[in-house]
């Protein structure tokens, strides 16, 4: 399960990393934590591949002036194995410069991650990335890492949080979704693969105007 956006800068400068609440999981012994540089290597070595069984169609149509577009849900023949085309196969791991690395360790080990990117310029940031080790899925773990990452970026001061996965990665669709994610649009040339790329947003303020340096609440970053 995994959701991704544009690669993230080069260079590490893991001072600048903003550091979420820490919060704990439901499940006993599995604590959601910020990041650190130690724990990057292991998320970088994570296996992202899903399983899915299910697909978002794309539908589109135009009528006159008017041009229709809409998604299905589509139930697959059989269960598939994909892996997200923008993440691994590198030996040079890419590496978060500014925003928040929050991990979910249990046992030790890491089980899972979320990585927010900001976007200064759009006033937002992005979940460029969020996975679960095999072992650790289907306990709702990627949901609560979902959330982390909606604190991280609302305690930035950001207006919202932007993600975007692959319209076959259903299992991601409905982890957004069951965090508070809502799709906002899609692009057919996201990805090098030609899978088309379904945007989600979750809004962060109510005016939909994030707050800034000068009056952001004691005590936030």
Known sequence: MAADNARPPSQPEYATLRRPAR??????????????????????????????????????????DVSMVGFVQVRLPRTVTLRDP?????????????????????????????????????DVDTLWMLAVRQRARRGGLGTRLARA?????????????????????FPAIRTLQAAGFVLTGYDEQYYPSNDVGLRF?????????????????PGSR
């Open 23 to 64: 919060t704990r999981d439901s499940g006993p012994r599995v604590v959601v934590r910020p990041g650190t540089a130690s724990d990057w290597a292991a998320c970088w070595a994570m296996d992202v591949s899903y399983e899915t069984d299910h697909v978002w169609q794309l539908q589109t149509s135009v009528q006159a």
């Open 149 to 169: 990452a909606v604190e991280a970026a609302r305690a930035s001061g950001r207006r919202a949080l932007c993600a975007t996965v692959q319209a076959r990665n």
């Open 201 to 217: 947003a979750h809004r962060l303020t109510a005016n939909g105007a994030g707050r800034r340096a000068g009056n952001r609440p």
């Open 86 to 122: 923008l993440w691994g196969g590198s030996a040079d791991p890419p590496q978060p410069e500014r925003g928040s690395l929050i991990v979910a360790e249990a046992g030790g080990s890491v089980d899972g991650f979320a990585l927010v990117v900001p976007d200064a310029p759009r």
